[in-house]
């Protein structure tokens, strides 16, 4: 290969990873707002006249959850779709619904002004959004491994996760930034729509950037190759699935349902619960990158069940911790920041340990269906999950167990190899080692 295809391959490997990584990040910047904007939207669409606050908030999460169930059906849809087609024109679809069912949040009326019909619009969207965020994954990751130099698969594949973190911060950032320069009744009369509208400009700007992406060399090379048969591709599905159920558990615990969780079971303002959710963030983003690129020495495996055996054990003394009035708040901002920092050892190899677990013809729609899968048992069900069972028991213990308990689930699935023919990419020690 001569130097000017290398700068061309790199260049176009760089572009690859900006136009992937964008529309990930507006996706969790969205589904992070929801998130921190769950007792207003809950007040808002879900509240009518005599009923309970906390009835809303399990009603909201419920439609937060439902989103996550459809995602299963868009990675099927748009993997299969991208598995035929190519990558980039399924990438430029799937940006295109999750920016305009995004943008009509932000404009949907009120059940003060609409009645019922508003939440089942509001549901309605969600339904959309989960499509398309279904399609998002498989697309993006597919594309930014199929693109990354030899030996950087899992920092290239880590960027999808990171561009996570850079979501759910850009997100709470806004709602704190609201909470801080409206007042209480003009957040919750207009303030929590304009999070929803500023990703108009966001997509648009995904949109240009996707329309001038190649499509990917081992795509165009490989896609008539003879895939797996169906019973081994599910197979691997269902234990790439296992494999990531601990990051999606501890990740949306930490990172989304602590605002509400610290609000409604611990007694904290809004602008606490935001301000610990971006110190968990900040940790998350902060691993995320070098577990990737370590990832690529040592073993995705490896360093993924590190972090799943940390979450484990550190999930509950860390809650009780946060519960304990005698603990000052820095040392209360350095825990929440240091558990985000473990879920980002998991979220760090990932994408690319999905990757490499099915071959070309079948990567978009395997690894889209795993990750969506896993997500919406374990991410979309646990503000729900939580919520509903801290209020039957009374225990402000349950997200630790939820977490602990889905990440100690990961590791024997983690420490399974997937079988061998479902193996997408040529092997390395290290590769084999993860």
């Known amino acids: 290969m001569t130097f000017i295809q290398q700068r061309g391959n790199t260049r176009r490997g760089r572009r690859a990873l900006v136009a992937g990584s964008v529309g990930n990040l507006i996706e969790w910047y969205e589904f992070g707002v929801y998130g921190y904007f769950a007792t207003i939207i809950a007040a808002r669409f879900f509240t009518p006249e005599g009923g309970s606050a906390a009835e809303a908030l399990v009603k909201t999460y419920a439609s937060f959850a439902l989103a996550f169930f459809f995602r299963p059906v868009g990675a099927a849809l748009f993997g299969r779709l991208g598995d035929r087609a190519g990558r980039r024109p399924v990438l430029v679809l799937v940006i295109v619904l999750m920016t305009v069912a995004t943008t009509l949040?932000?404009?949907?009326?009120?059940?003060?002004?609409?009645?019922?019909?508003?939440?089942?619009?509001?549901?309605?969207?969600?339904?959309?959004?989960?499509?398309?965020?279904?399609?998002?994954?498989?697309?993006?990751?597919?594309?930014?491994?199929?693109?990354?130099?030899?030996?950087?698969?899992?920092?290239?594949?880590?960027?999808?996760?990171?561009?996570v973190a850079l979501g759910l911060l850009a997100g709470a950032g806004t709602a704190a930034l609201l909470a801080t320069v409206l007042s209480e009744e003009q957040l919750g009369a207009w303030g929590w729509r304009l999070p929803f509208l500023l990703t108009l400009p966001l997509g648009v700007g995904a949109l240009w950037l996707r329309l001038r992406l190649d499509e990917t060399p081992v795509f165009v090379a490989e896609r008539s190759k003879e895939t797996p048969?169906?019973?081994?591709?599910?197979?691997?599905?269902?234990?790439?699935?296992?494999?990531?159920?601990?990051?999606?558990?501890?990740?949306?615990?930490?990172?989304?349902?602590?605002?509400?969780?610290?609000?409604?079971?611990?007694?904290?303002t809004f602008q606490q619960a935001l301000v610990a959710t971006v110190l968990a963030n900040l940790g998350f983003a902060t691993t995320i990158l070098p577990a990737g690129l370590l990832s690529d020495r040592l073993g995705r495996r490896a360093v993924m069940v590190t972090g799943a055996v940390l979450v484990?054990?550190?999930?509950?003394?860390?809650?009780?911790?946060?519960?304990?009035?005698?603990?000052?708040?820095?040392?209360?901002?350095?825990?929440?920041?240091?558990?985000?920092?473990?879920?980002?050892?998991?979220?760090?190899?990932?994408?690319?340990?999905?990757?490499?677990?099915?071959?070309?013809?079948?990567?978009?729609?395997?690894?889209?269906?795993?990750?969506?899968?896993?997500?919406?048992?374990?991410?979309?069900?646990?503000?729900?999950?939580i919520t509903e069972t801290v209020e039957r028991t009374g225990s402000v213990d349950v997200p630790a167990y939820y977490a602990a308990a889905a990440c100690a689930v990961s590791v024997p699935a983690l420490l399974m190899r997937p079988p061998a023919r479902s193996a997408g990419v040529a092997k390395t020690s290290v590769e084999r080692a993860g």
Do not use: H
């Not at 990751?141 to 880590?158: C, K």
């Not at 691997?236 to 501890?250: E, H, P, Q, S, T």
């Open 105 to 163: 949040i932000g404009v949907l009326p009120t059940y003060a002004q609409a009645g019922a019909l508003a939440p089942w619009l509001l549901t309605f969207l969600r339904m959309v959004q989960g499509l398309s965020a279904g399609g998002e994954f498989g697309g993006a990751v597919s594309m930014m491994t199929e693109f990354a130099p030899p030996g950087r698969r899992g920092l290239y594949g880590a960027w999808q996760s990171f561009t």
């Open 229 to 268: 048969p169906p019973r081994e591709v599910a197979w691997a599905v269902v234990l790439g699935a296992g494999r990531i159920m601990g990051w999606a558990a501890a990740g949306y615990t930490f990172l989304v349902v602590l605002p509400s969780y610290l609000q409604s079971s611990l007694g904290a």
């Open 312 to 385: 484990a054990v550190l999930a509950v003394p860390l809650l009780n911790l946060l519960q304990d009035p005698g603990v000052s708040d820095p040392v209360k901002g350095v825990a929440v920041c240091g558990a985000g920092a473990v879920v980002g050892l998991m979220a760090g190899p990932g994408p690319a340990m999905l990757s490499e677990m099915f071959p070309t013809g079948v990567r978009y729609t395997g690894l889209g269906l795993a990750y969506a899968l896993s997500n919406a048992v374990f991410s979309g069900c646990a503000g729900l999950i």
